[in-house]
């Protein structure tokens, strides 16, 4: 787990650290962000942020594959799973996103089969 979070106070800070930089931070209740004018009342600020944390961790995850930490750390070359309990079947996008294709595809066909996870 990381980002905004007790369990990552390191993580925490830098990533409002970031998002306050680029302006995407905001403070108070959901209510006082500006809508985008649709029918369903999506909040912009909210989206932006977290399609920008979304890619932070996709980011993250393909830097870690890069410069080889996870075979380093753990002796071997491993998947990363990234997902949100909010947004239930974005994983599949994400981890995707986020690995070489041959450490995924085990998952995927799990994640596809027509019985599902």
Known sequence: MLGNIPQDLTGAELYVDEIKRLGLWYEGEDEDLPLIGDD???????????????????????????????????????????????????????????????????FLTWQRAPEGP
């Open 40 to 106: 369903d009342g999506i909040d912009a600020q909210r989206d932006l942020l977290n399609l920008h944390f979304a890619d932070a961790c996709i980011d993250l995850a393909r830097r870690l594959h890069a410069d080889g930490r996870i075979e380093k750390l753990f002796g071997r070359r491993l998947p990363v799973v990234v997902f949100d309990l909010d947004c239930p079947g974005w994983e599949i996008e994400a981890t995707e996103a986020a690995n070489p294709p041959e450490l995924i595809a085990d």
